[in-house]
């Protein structure tokens, strides 16, 4: 799954079968390389929705159980959301100095969240694992 | 690895967290001419117009030195711009424009750039300067190798006179010139 996909799909309540709100992106971890929530927008309930309470994420809808899945950004997700934490747009950047061009999109597992590979302008950076994202870039440490 | 470079084409490099963080960017490569090893990089603010910053960066909290950036472990590692001076003698800035003096008294050139090894450590290990008629045609940059140990101030930089002969056009003749320099036993070498 791509986050370029994934934005404006609408997220269902499997319970009531009432559409929440739509996804408006997704929070990293860039320390740990997985999308921690997705950020949710329309929903009276609040703007986050935590990976763990997704319960499917199909070709037409992102499933949660209930519509109270949406709420406001807690722990992590809240001081990751502090960050400059926005992926696309950003520079990416080796841990040793190298700059590989502008990140365009992100792919993550659909299943655990884990950040599988960066897309720049130049291509797809599947080979690094994840350091940081901050106000000057996306640090990655790229695979010997 | 290790590689070379030219102190200028650092300057205005940005200063990078590995949290992705711009802290500044490099405005000068502060070294011990006694021993020709960085100590560190003065900083500048973000920005063409940004101004010098308090904080200067020690050689140990750098990360590595890339082509578009110094990376940075973290915001600790820096420490204040005055305690970095004073453990250095000289900074690079002040030695350019110097005169290359050889120890026979002859002027080669001013100083314009120097060169760095930048690997695990980072040191000089030549300069770039713009000839005089002692190397002719007068007014070409030349890279100078340096041989081990030389004597610098803010005014000079005096070079064993066999030098003069090594200069080379480019950092890939640079490479060869320095090891053939290097490979000159210490006792033959006159020392200023």
Known sequence: MRLTEIDGRRVMAAGTAVTVGRVAGVVIDPRQGIVVALRVK???SGDTLRWADVSG????AVMVASPDAVGEAVDRTAEILGTKHEFVGKRLLTDTGSDLG??????????DGAVTALHTEDGRI???DLIGCGSYGVVVRRHA | MSALMQATALVGRPVVTLAGDEIGQVKDVVYTVADGRVTGFTLAGRGLLAGPLRRALPWAGVHAVGPDAVMIRDEDVFTDRDELAERTELRDHNLIGGTVLTEGGTALGTVDDVVLDIGASADVVGYRLVTSEAIPPAGRSVLLPLPGKVAASGEALVVPESVAGLVVDDLAEFTAAVRSVRSVPEGERSCA
Do not use: C, M, S
Not at chain 1, 57 to 60: H, N, T
Not at chain 1, 102 to 111: P, R, S, T, Y
């Open chain 1, 42 to 44: 329309g929903a009276p």
């Open chain 1, 57 to 60: 994420i199909g070709a037409d």
């Open chain 1, 102 to 111: 502008l990140v365009i999109d992100v792919a993550f597992d659909e299943q």
């Open chain 1, 126 to 128: 599947g080979d690094a």
